[in-house]
């Protein structure tokens, strides 16, 4: 049974360095011991590529711990907290990996002319289209949400939220 107060939500972003294109991926997140509805795509990476890897969590703290035989939460530059004095401050429902040097790759690109932010549209009912800082999206604490959704199939497992899983699930 899924348990909507444990969850955990995965966001990774890409950069093609050599093209100046970004992209995102939502992988799945199960429990171990379980298996998902339908196998995750799994992204094909550019030769020249950096990631950013965020995660959302439901519950009050998440906190990362390290498996045996796995690499490290920090060594994989993951941070879910700020240590002073050998003691962490959890961030409470929010980690980050990688994101040091996926921001000093992203304003390099951005600075050299590689990658260009748009401005933000205008949504159909004539507003500004919704940033991660619009609270009209997200709860009070913008850093800590990611904007994937998954797919929760009838017999309570997850997939992928995409166009082809949508369309299984739903035959």
């Not at 339908?38 to 439901?58: E, H």
């Not at 800590?144 to 199939?153: A, E, G, I, P, R």
Request: charged share 10%; with cysteine.
């Amino acid at each position: 049974m899924i348990n909507p107060n444990q969850q955990a939500m995965v966001q990774g972003t890409i950069i093609d360095i050599e093209a100046g294109r970004v992209y995102v991926y939502n992988p799945l997140v199960i429990d171990a011991g379980t298996q998902p509805a339908i196998a995750p795509v799994v992204p094909k990476l550019p030769q020249n590529f950096t990631v950013g890897i965020w995660v959302g969590f439901n519950g009050n703290t998440l906190q990362l711990v390290s498996s045996p035989n796995t690499t490290s939460a920090t060594d994989a530059g993951c941070v879910s907290g700020v240590i002073t004095n050998n003691e962490t401050d959890l961030f409470g429902q929010f980690v980050f990996c990688n994101a040091s040097n996926f921001y000093s790759v992203a304003t390099g690109l951005i600075n050299a002319g590689k990658i260009v932010v748009p401005p933000l549209g205008l949504a159909d009912d004539g507003f500004p289209c919704p940033s991660i800082r619009d609270f009209g999206i997200v709860d009070d604490d913008p850093d800590d949400t990611v904007t994937t959704t998954y797919l929760l199939t009838p017999n309570n497992t997850l997939a992928q939220n995409t166009a082809a899983n949508r369309a299984k699930v739903t035959d």
